[in-house]
Every structure is written in structure tokens, then in C-alpha cells.
């Protein structure tokens, strides 16, 4: 039996306090709540230095998510956050610009390199 890639909240509980309370501040109330358990399935795989997105649902990469499907930008204090989601379902968390994401447990200021790869399922 396969495992469940970890949720999100487990790896990078910043991050999701940030979603969830970015979300509640734009109106958004059930992808707060959705957020919440969003499962880390995998890197952006991009390799950008300033790109740290995750996909936190299997898609085909390169193909459109068709019907069902909006984006919601977000307004952080730093970079960019985006989350594109498909009938109420967070499908990618988009991340540019920011400081690195700290695992839990994690000193501040990181590990060398963070940000730069993530260790993420791919």
C-alpha cells in the first residue's frame, strides 16, 4: 500500500497559518478551511532559485486544469503567493519571491541552500 504524501501543515505549518489567514482576510472562508489539510504532493520542479511552489494534487504538468478552475492570488508581505484551484479543491501553491520555507523544527535562519531545492516528493 502506497503512502500519503505528508500534509503540508506538517512539513511547513507557517506556511498554512499564512494561507489560512490570507484566505480569511480575502473573503475566502471554505479554502481556508481546505487548506488546512492540502497534502505536499510534490516540487514545482521548475529549479528557479526564486520558485519554492508545491503541487498539492497529481496534474499532468504543462496541461490546463479545465473546467472548474480559478486562480487566487493572494496579497503576503513578501513575493507572491497563487493558488490555483479546481471546484473548491487547492490543486498548487504558488510561491515566488519569498524567503525560504523552514521544515518544522527548523533554526530560523535555515539550512544552507533552503529555498534554493526543496525536499519535497517529486
Do not use: K, W
Not at 15 to 42: M, N, P, T
Not at 49 to 59: G, K, L, P, V
Not at 60 to 74: E, I, K, M, T
Not at 81 to 109: A, T
Amino acid at each position: 500500500m502506497e503512502q500519503e504524501p505528508p500534509l503540508v501543515r506538517e512539513v511547513h505549518p507557517e506556511l498554512i497559518d499564512e494561507l489560512v489567514a490570507l484566505l480569511e482576510a480575502e473573503g475566502e472562508r471554505e479554502l481556508a478551511i481546505c487548506a488546512r489539510d492540502v497534502r505536499l504532493v510534490g516540487a514545482c520542479g521548475c529549479r528557479d532559485d526564486f520558485c519554492q511552489s508545491i503541487r498539492t494534487a497529481d496534474h499532468a504538468p504543462g496541461r490546463p486544469y479545465g473546467p472548474g478552475h480559478r486562480c487566487v492570488p493572494l496579497l503576503p508581505s513578501s513575493g507572491d503567493l497563487i493558488l490555483d484551484v479546481v471546484n473548491g479543491r487547492i490543486m498548487y501553491i504558488e510561491i515566488l519571491g519569498r524567503p525560504p520555507l523552514r521544515r518544522r523544527g527548523e533554526p530560523e535562519q535555515g539550512r544552507p541552500g533552503a529555498g534554493q531545492q526543496l525536499d519535497l516528493p517529486a
